[in-house]
Structure formats: structure tokens, C-alpha cells
């Protein structure tokens, strides 16, 4: 059964930086295409970006130059790392596979507020 279970969020002031991590159980990792997702409720699921099996990666332009997804195959755990954060930021993280999408995990807030 697959699991994920994303965390490392918080509140942070503007201009803040926070690291997400996401673990991911009972699929094989490395293969994946794994993506970020943020949403709050009464929104539609955006997607910051994605990084592949082999580590290329594409961010939103609404967060490209500021957020950098990373991942580490040997702990099938895949990183964003969110630098001069903004409050429109604010948001719950998510992630899943990009192509084979599984059970959506709890998600991670992330709050940017002075």
C-alpha cells in the first residue's frame, strides 16, 4: 500500500525560507516523477513543480528562481526547498507521483505572514 507523509512546514515572515520533505512508501521511488502540489480549501490544487527519476526538474513560474525541488533516491524522500517566501505562498503542500498518482497524504502548512 502506497503511503506519503509530507512535512517541514511552519510559519515563517516574509522573505523566509523552509525546507519540505516528503517520504514515500510502497511504490518504487525511483522511478517516479514526483511533483509538489499546494491547495487550500475553496482552491484549485496548484502544481509548483516536479522533478524526475534522474533529477531534471520544472517549477511554476509563480515560484521558479525562489523554490528548487530536489530529491534522494535512497531514502525515496523528494525535498522543496522555498527561499523569499511570499504571504501568497501561504498554502498546504503536497506531493504525489506525476504520472501514477496515488492517495493524496495529510499535506504540510506553510504559513508566510509578518
Known amino acids: 500500500q502506497v503511503h506519503v507523509a509530507e512535512s517541514g512546514g511552519g510559519l515563517v515572515q516574509p522573505g523566509g525560507s523552509l525546507r519540505l520533505s516528503c517520504a514515500a512508501s510502497?511504490?518504487?521511488?525511483?522511478?517516479?516523477?514526483m511533483a509538489w502540489y499546494r491547495q487550500v480549501p475553496g482552491k484549485e490544487r496548484e502544481r509548483v513543480g516536479f522533478?524526475?527519476?534522474?533529477?531534471?526538474?520544472n517549477e511554476a513560474p509563480s515560484v521558479k528562481g525562489r523554490f528548487t525541488i530536489s530529491r534522494d533516491n535512497a531514502k525515496n524522500t523528494v525535498f522543496l526547498q522555498m527561499n523569499n517566501l511570499k504571504p501568497e505562498d501561504t498554502d498546504v503542500y503536497y506531493c504525489?507521483?506525476?504520472?501514477?498518482?496515488?492517495?493524496w497524504g495529510q499535506g504540510t502548512q506553510v504559513t508566510v505572514s509578518s
Open positions: 522533478i524526475g527519476p534522474r533529477g531534471a526538474t
Open positions: 510502497g511504490i518504487i521511488f525511483e522511478n517516479q516523477v
Open positions: 504525489n507521483s506525476l504520472e501514477a498518482p496515488f492517495p
